[in-house]
């Protein structure tokens, strides 16, 4: 019977947890990861240690999902302060600089297009960029300075939501994967021919999912949470398989698109019966595996 060979695991799927300020992300990856009792956990982009927010984790073979996840867009709200900044240009570094200059509403807005749309973002000397194996901030810490190089990312838009107290305001910025908002932080405040300084940073969203889905680290302690099914993250057609065809797919051997009349070149859902394998890819009349969740 082909059903005696699926190794289905229990704890496949992801989990959006809301991540409280003070742990690393690689902390409470591990700490979902023993209280669901998953083989295996990873979360879906990181969030420092002073962030926090939507923390997408992917539990058993759904982290083979890193790579999709990898370049959706995300939403943060963030506070920046104006007039100095810090070494790490947020509230966990050394002040660095400090100038008293005021800045209003009206100049704030005036930035904002400047820092909107595609271009190359300069990372923070501390961050989670490797340099030849090392973490930037790695070094950093041990006194030493990295030549960091920009890359390219893209800000969708800024939206100033107020101005909390002179010099610090709040804003909502919907960015490409890869952006550092401490830069962008940085960056407006030099447009305003000053420093700035990140106070906080709250993820929001990260591709499809949304923070007012997640679960805190207590909810998911007390039981109380939902596992996303990785055959509900797709919009694909669905193709069901025999057992025969099911048996070559889960030993890595290619199956012939004659088997299967109808498909073109093009990803699919396939399952076999009720049993949902996983993601399939065909091209040039050959179907074989892209996400394998058996």
């Known amino acids: 019977m082909i059903n005696s060979?699926?190794?289905?695991?229990?704890?496949?799927?992801?989990?959006?947890?809301?991540k409280p300020k003070g742990l690393s992300s690689f902390s409470v990856v591990n700490i979902t990861r023993k209280v669901l009792g998953a083989k295996k956990a990873g979360h879906l982009g990181t969030l420092d240690v002073a962030g926090e927010g939507l923390l997408p984790i992917a539990l058993g073979k759904a982290t083979c999902l890193f790579d999709?996840?990898?370049?959706k867009d995300k939403v943060?709200?963030?506070?920046?302060?104006?007039g100095w900044t810090t070494d790490t240009l947020d509230l966990e570094g050394n002040e660095t600089n400090r100038d008293g200059k005021i800045i209003s509403k009206?100049?704030?807005?005036?930035?904002?297009?400047?820092?909107?749309?595609?271009?190359?973002?300069?990372p923070p000397q501390y961050s989670a960029k490797k340099i030849n194996g090392q973490k930037a901030?790695?070094?950093a810490r041990a006194g030493g300075r990295v030549e960091l190089k920009p890359k390219e990312i893209e800000v969708y838009s800024i939206?100033?939501?107020g101005e909390i107290k002179t010099n610090v305001f709040e804003f909502e910025i919907h960015c490409s994967s890869g952006t550092y908002i401490r830069s962008i932080a940085r960056d407006m405040a030099e447009?305003?021919?000053?420093?700035?300084?990140?106070?906080?940073?709250?993820?929001?969203?990260?591709?499809?999912f949304e923070l007012n889905n997640s679960y805190t680290i207590e909810e998911i302690k007390s039981g109380k949470y939902q596992i996303i099914k990785p055959e509900t993250l797709f919009d694909y057609p669905i193709?069901?398989?025999n057992n025969e065809q099911t048996e070559r797919l889960l030993n890595g051997q290619f199956v012939k698109v004659g088997l299967q009349v109808g498909l073109e070149d093009g990803l699919f859902k396939a399952y076999n019966k009720d049993n949902f394998l996983g993601i399939i890819q065909s091209k040039d009349k050959i179907l074989n595996f892209k996400y394998r969740f058996i």
């Open 68 to 71: 999709f996840y990898l370049s």
């Open 191 to 208: 447009k305003l021919s000053t420093y700035g300084v990140m106070q906080s940073i709250l993820r929001t969203k990260c591709g499809d």
């Open 239 to 241: 193709v069901n398989f």
């Open 137 to 139: 901030y790695d070094i």
């Open 5 to 18: 060979n699926f190794n289905i695991e229990n704890k496949i799927g992801i989990i959006l947890v809301n």
């Open 159 to 161: 939206n100033l939501l």
């Open 76 to 82: 943060y709200r963030t506070i920046f302060e104006f």
């Open 106 to 122: 009206e100049q704030v807005l005036k930035v904002i297009p400047l820092l909107e749309g595609k271009y190359p973002q300069m």
